[in-house]
């Protein structure tokens, strides 16, 4: 890889001398490759895709400055996002983390709570982003229902159609949409910024103790989509939860909502990993619909 275009990139955003001294690969990505290039006083994280992944890393960016403005749970601030011949790259301040603990963990659920608490105008974003490498659209809605109805279950579903993913996924696909108000019973969602994409792999705690987020799909929606996605794949500790709860407690309808709500996850995986996922994908439909039969 040829790093003088970026380090370039990064003297320009600066306006400081940007002396690289090593770059070094980093694993955990599956979608992009990922870089520490270390100078003699300063050090920044890189992530790497094809050129044509340009616009993702501008979505990225701006979802990450938008987080960090919040002034809630520590964000790795964008430097320089772009591309060279080959690549788009998006340049980001590099964290060192360390280890999480009680107070960390009390912390981030603290934090995340006060982002949530943070009112939005509408539901969506001011741009399309990306959940992992898929297309997310975000046109601005006034009825939260009808966002998560159109624009996450039935999106999903169409790329999963494209793909071959038929038969009784759709079917139970488009009965759960044409049924999902009675999800929203008595509840009524307030527009948040949301991370997007927050299970325990993108959250972490740097050397001083703070909470870290990072690899957002952010948009403006109901604060319960981001604590489901804690609760997916697992990795946050009952202490988070304890302390989310204390300055957010949560309506009692979410120990339903939480499957609708992470099932647009596992049909997103499904459309980005394979058939893997659709068994999961029609047994929490499954198990929605007879909440509601």
Known sequence: MNWQPIVEQIEIATSS???LED?????????????????????????????????MFAAEAAGLT???????????????HGKTAAHAFLVLEYIEFGSSSKASNRLFGQQLALLHQQPQPYFGWHRDNTIGSTPQPNTRDDDWIEFWRTQRLQNQLRLAAAKGHRGHLQAKGEQLCDKLASFFDGYHPQPALLHG????????TDK???PVMFDPACYYGDREADLAMTELFGGFSPDFYVAYRDIYPV??????????????????????????YLRQAETMMGSLLSEIN
């Not at 955990?28 to 290039?37: H, K, R």
């Open 17 to 19: 001398v940007f002396k």
């Open 23 to 55: 770059a070094r690969s980093l694993a955990g990505g599956d979608i992009n490759s990922a870089y520490c290039l270390h100078g003699a006083d300063k050090s920044y994280f890189v992530k790497s895709n094809h050129a044509e992944t340009l616009d």
């Open 66 to 80: 938008e987080l960090v403005a919040t002034r809630t749970v520590r964000i790795p601030r964008p430097v320089v």
């Open 197 to 204: 994409d927050l299970w325990g792999g993108n959250a972490a």
């Open 208 to 210: 001083q103790g703070n």
């Open 251 to 276: 309506d009692q309808g979410y120990a339903t909502r939480k499957m609708l709500y992470n099932l647009y996850h596992i049909l997103n995986h499904l459309n980005l990993f394979g058939s893997g």
